[in-house]
């Protein structure tokens, strides 16, 4: 097992053990000895000879034994001092508990510094500092500070906000919710998020790995190992700072730089993480798929016995696009054999106010029998003649024998100490206090069983390009210290990728222009050339249908004269004549480089449109085919280039096509920052597309 | 008071009180007996003597004094007799209880009337039948069989459920949650949703009305009612059977025709009710109007002693469009001086997880003193230096001494019966597990405060219209029995609304054609005029920009010939000589009429996006001024009508002045079905706009 010294260690060291009970190295060491630790525990405390019943040592290198993990809480000026000792004496892990580090900026960040180089040097791994600890309820043991000892249970967590984890803790030992495993990562100067992710997925006791967090400090490491993680389990993540003002505070909080949401989103798209978007989602899922098996399908039957809570329930369900079915005829006619002649037998099936545990029973029965139901939601809401305790057996009893589908309960208006409710959750049924929470779950579950079943797509097919001909003009262009391409060059790289181009030159004069015409064939489009200038056509810099050498000749003075008149100083590099293309869908193809994920692509409605509509989807580079398919299909420019009005539908293969070129570029050179082509204007199936402009930008 | 004898009476009688206590007619007496009801009680039983130490009574007839409210619970075949001997006894009131009525079909539906004619008989009011019965906690009056029986309180609750009566009382009940009135509307027979809500708007006690519908019986007075109520507290809904499934779910279950969730939404809007989306949302909005003032603005300070949920908090807060301000820089002295160096005095204000009451205390006299805060969000989170008990009573506190702030908690990982949960409770500050909820439910509130702020209009101005000519216009059509109105009519009707039109007239013939062209004055646009015909460009019968006499008599051949070619059987009546209007921004502006709630004005971005991009907003008529400007700012059309790139804006006015143009009509004249202008293009500031083309329908 990876980190076995961290999760499974056979001895613990606890430096900085103290007596005083209010202390956090007290705390630490009593959660050790209440939780149960079965290995061998050394409190290290020099002015003290036994703490709780435990003999002391002055100082880790005196520990007879082998120490597996030293968990450290000192103040952080004795931690490098602490941390060598425990590099000489072999210890394979250090857990700082103490803060004082980065997260306080100046001395405290040189402070961590010097720890990371002790623990290289003696080939240590290090969780910290400044964090809540450690637990692995499994193992029994608890190596935190947190006030709370969870039960043992199937749910791993990894937080970057220590309060939030012992918030996590407090939660799920309020309601008798098992942990597999906690683990709180503060400033991860040694070990991250996706080190304790890659470890957890091998563990046996943890069925579902719950993750918050602020940033990412590897991009590509948390992408690579997040990638084969959710092939295993499920990885439901909160990830705060969403806003511009969430980001502020991140910054100030932890120092972790907080990356654009949009690209946080893409990275959780690619590697299937799924995204909570509160702090109660993440609680929501982590608790069913902790306890329930993953649905084969999207079909869900609510069985309730009050009609409202049931429409909310059908309500939530159909706008997670889940589907609500009907029984097979035969089970239907059981059904309402069984039922008095009021209750509904579609869907939800109502049992009426005054239902027992033996209508629930049947239809439960009946539900979990049923070839058309995926899932089962089971409402009770309180009523006089519903004895609750009996529903809440007769559910457990019917989970029993049906194991395999997922049955979740919104045992409405109880008491959490309440039997149902206990009864439930011991018997691995999530309770949600409100219908349109249930659904939510189940929304989820479904999506992640379409994760677990779609093909393994390990490389994208490598596309034909001129990398030799791109590298040539990146470096002719940082050789001059340009970081926006020039049209021409920007023509060249998309040319070398492949990507279609109407015949297009630059001329320098009026001749030139004239000729350049002649060459491509009329009727002709004239743009200015100049980086300076961002909005051409504004400025009366294009003008397009020139079908004649005159016209030419007459237009090349015109856009001068114009440009010269609207910006004096904008540099002029010339005019670009190009190809007049027919008119078509205009979407925009584009990709910038986020700082912690790589490239993002994005494609979206086009033209002028894309500024206000911002209908756009976005995916982590390298995108794969049916990445690209799905960008196109996510956004409303989708219905355009299906057709609208019944008008033929556009050559959406072209457009995911040229998609997967951008992709690929932007992922071999590293050195282009930014890529566009906006707008492309798509034909008919099979007629391609045209790309009307394009702009780069490279890296200093 | 309106409504007396249910929220008030002075007597009840219990028809079919009963001493089996698992009978729903003992549950109600005992319930009236528990709850401590004042006046005078009498149990209706021939067969017993005395029920609960009260004496029965044969029937109601045998009372010796006035009975106020009959609650009856008898079966439903014997309900009308009942209710006619209430009748000749001078009953003012009767809450029906019993079941089997129009919510079963058939049968029930005749007795429903049979009953409802007796009520109208003798003046009597009735609510019900198939309901749950009325609470109202200031009058210590149960007349209900729910299982608990809230405390007194500021919160009132009506539901269209009653099994989400019960829930939403039980769950009061379990977390100590006061209530002023809860009433169940069974089928609505006679008293409906607006007749309680108009009552409840008078009651003291009533701080907050949630409301849990399904559907409207007579939207009008819905409308009226909440117009007038809002003003004066706040109404939370939430409307169940908001999507398709939903709607199936709720026609067979009550019966009551559920309006399209679009017509509700604009009905909320309208009447300023704010809408939950969830049943949780509800609960959280009840429970902080019911306790709290209402912000003045909308900054919000966080105090928290856990970074990761305070950044929660504030992703929440920036995505309910909050402010998160920076407090003044004396106050932020102040707090520097009395915080640890590395708490953060920013927004949140982060206290550290070694906090304790003090700093606390010291914060939040900060936060509710200082002029830029509106309200106050203090979060804890359980650390072991932390003493939640001892900030709960600082908490409270600080609400005493400034009583006008709203100050919301999120006590975390705490037990519901634990005492800073109780404490905050029991001194009217909501706590929320959640951080994210607690910012959802400040942004209602700043929601509320502007709904409060904003000024009254009674009237919209009336603007002219030569509504003789609509109507004539209408009955010309009604007579022939068209519901589709020809495109000559719509223009007139247009034009009798003073909606500005391009020049048109239709020609029977090719010469007719060309002599209006020459009239209107080239160029001009020429389209076909079919009734069969909707999509007339796709089919050849438009044709744009004819210039000269020759071109437009040769095009009238030429569409005919098309459109006889494409569509053999379509009927046409002739060609539209259409002034050619220069391109603008296209919009569109049209209405609907929705079966509950009247006319429903729209307006988006027109022409053939309209289809696709879906970017549209709904209002009901007639729509105000304001309330068009809204409609106008909602859209992503805003964004291009403002000026794409620096483009100059549009005319906005003159297309808010065409939805209250049309909105006018649509209230006018009842026979107006629907009503669409599309593409409307709108010019620059001052320029108006063009009707490019126009369609209306009649009812038959």
């Known amino acids: 097992m990876k980190l076995e010294a961290f999760l499974n260690p056979k001895s613990i060291a606890v430096i900085g053990a103290s007596r005083e009970t209010e202390k956090v190295g007290h705390r630490i060491l009593r959660n050790l000895v209440d939780s149960g630790f079965q290995g061998r525990l050394y409190p290290i405390n020099p002015k003290a000879a036994e703490i709780l019943g435990r003999k002391c040592y002055g100082s880790v290198r005196e520990v007879p034994g082998n120490v597996d993990l030293a968990v450290i809480a000192v103040p952080a000026q004795i931690v490098p001092i602490v941390a060598e000792e425990c590099g000489m004496s072999g210890v394979r892990g250090v857990t700082v508990i103490s803060a004082g580090f980065s997260e306080t900026g100046g001395d405290g960040t040189q402070l961590e510094r010097e720890l990371v180089a002790i623990c290289r040097k003696y080939n240590m791994r290090m969780q910290g500092p400044n964090c809540l600890g450690i637990v692995n309820a499994g193992n029994f043991m608890n190596a935190s500070f947190a006030a709370a000892n969870p039960l043992p249970g199937s749910i791993s967590f990894i937080s970057q906000s220590g309060a939030l984890g012992s918030t996590i803790l407090n939660w799920a030992f309020q309601n008798d919710i098992g942990f597999a495993s906690f683990i709180s990562l503060g400033n991860e100067a040694d070990l991250e998020a996706a080190d304790f992710v890659e470890a957890l997925a091998e563990d046996e006791m943890t069925r579902v790995i719950g993750l918050y967090i602020e940033g990412v400090k590897n991009g590509e490491r948390f992408i690579n190992v997040a990638e084969e993680v959710t092939r295993k389990k499920p990885v439901i993540a909160l990830k705060a700072g969403t806003t511009d003002v969430g980001i502020r505070a991140v910054s100030s909080h932890t120092g972790s730089l907080a990356g654009s949401d949009i690209a946080f989103s893409a990275a959780f798209k690619k590697v299937n993480i799924l995204r909570a978007s509160t702090l109660e989602e993440l609680f929501h899922l982590v608790l069913a798929f902790g306890a329930q098996p993953i649905p084969k399908g999207k079909n869900v039957l609510v069985i309730t016995n009050g009609g409202g809570p049931g429409i909310l329930a059908a309500d939530a ?279 912690q994920f790589g490239p993002l692509m994005m494609f979206g409605l086009g033209g002028i449109y894309v500024n206000f509509l911002r209908d756009v989807s976005y995916r982590l580079c390298p995108v794969t085919k049916s990445e690209a398919r799905e960008m196109v299909e996510e956004t409303k420019a989708y219905a355009l280039l299906r057709g609208v009005r019944g008008e033929p539908p556009s050559d959406i293969n072209s457009v995911v096509d040229v998609i997967l070129r951008v992709s690929q570029t932007m992922t071999r050179f590293k050195e282009i920052v930014e890529m566009e082509i906006n707008p492309l204007r798509v034909y008919g199936e099979g007629n391609g597309y045209s790309t009307v402009d394009i702009r780069m930008t490279i890296s200093k």
């Open 317 to 595: 369900c159909e706008k997670m696009n889940l589907g609500l079915p009907a029984l097979e005829f035969e089970l239907m006619e059981k059904l309402r054999n069984a039922l008095p002649p009021h209750a509904s037998i579609h869907n939800p099936v109502d049992l009426l106010g005054d239902a027992d545990e033996n209508r629930y029973g049947f239809a439960l029965e009946v539900a979990l029998q049923s070839g058309k139901v995926d899932g089962v939601i089971v409402i009770l809401t309180p009523q006089a003649m519903t004895p609750a305790d009996k529903v809440a057996d007769i559910v457990v009893e019917a989970k029993k024998r049906f194991p395999d589908k997922p049955l979740l309960a919104v045992f409405m208006g109880l008491d959490d100490d309440s039997y149902p409710i206990k009864t439930l959750l011991k018997n691995n049924i999530p309770n949600y206090v409100f219908p349109e929470s249930v659904a939510y779950v189940f929304g989820a579950m479904y999506d992640y069983s379409l994760i677990l079943g779609s093909p393994w797509v390990d490389v994208s097919k490598i596309l034909e390009a001129d990398d030799e001909e791109i590298k040539e003009v990146l470096a002719e262009a940082r050789k001059d210290g340009r970081v926006n391409l020039t049209i021409e060059e920007s023509i060249k790289v998309a040319k070398a990728c492949r990507i279609r181009l109407p015949h297009a030159m630059v001329a320098r004069n009026r001749k030139e222009a004239a000729e350049i015409a002649q060459t491509i064939g009329y009727p002709v489009v004239m743009k200015i050339v100049s980086p300076d200038i961002l909005h051409k056509t504004d400025l009366g810099g294009v003008i397009l249908n020139v079908n004649i050498r005159k016209e030419v000749e007459r237009n090349y003075e015109l856009i001068l004269r114009k440009i010269r008149m609207a910006m004096p100083e904008a540099r002029i590099l010339g005019i670009l004549i190009q190809q007049m293309v027919p008119l078509g869908k205009e979407v925009i193809v584009g990709a910038v480089r986020d700082p």
